[in-house]
């Protein structure tokens, strides 16, 4: 919806209109003493990667299922913390680790 609202400026007349119904759903996510920030280039910029990380994570779901998806982010915050997480993603992706 934030990404919407970027359409409705009206830079020229420096005043902004909402649809119908969209005070309700900003008020409904207590959003609406924040109206003239989400104006900003740095709201702005964070709601857009925001709404591309859902749709990537949409698209990993699709990819790999749900299941997987959520295995994967499990090894994936657990390699994280691990000092030597590039040998263990050399050996991951090795089609044979042992082959020498």
Excluded: C
Aim: glycine content about 0%; charged content about 35%.
């Amino acid at each position: 919806m934030v990404s919407v609202l970027r359409s409705t400026i009206a830079k020229v007349a420096k005043a902004s209109w909402l649809d119908r119904n969209e005070w309700e759903a900003l008020r409904e996510r207590n959003l609406h003493d924040d109206l003239n920030s989400m104006f900003t280039s740095f709201w702005q910029d964070a709601a857009e990667k925001e709404a591309r990380k859902k749709r990537l994570e949409r698209i990993y779901v699709s990819r790999f299922g749900p299941h997987d998806y959520a295995e994967i982010e499990r090894v994936r915050a657990w390699l994280a913390t691990r000092p030597n997480k590039q040998d263990l993603l050399a050996y991951l992706t090795d089609k044979d680790p042992f082959d020498v």
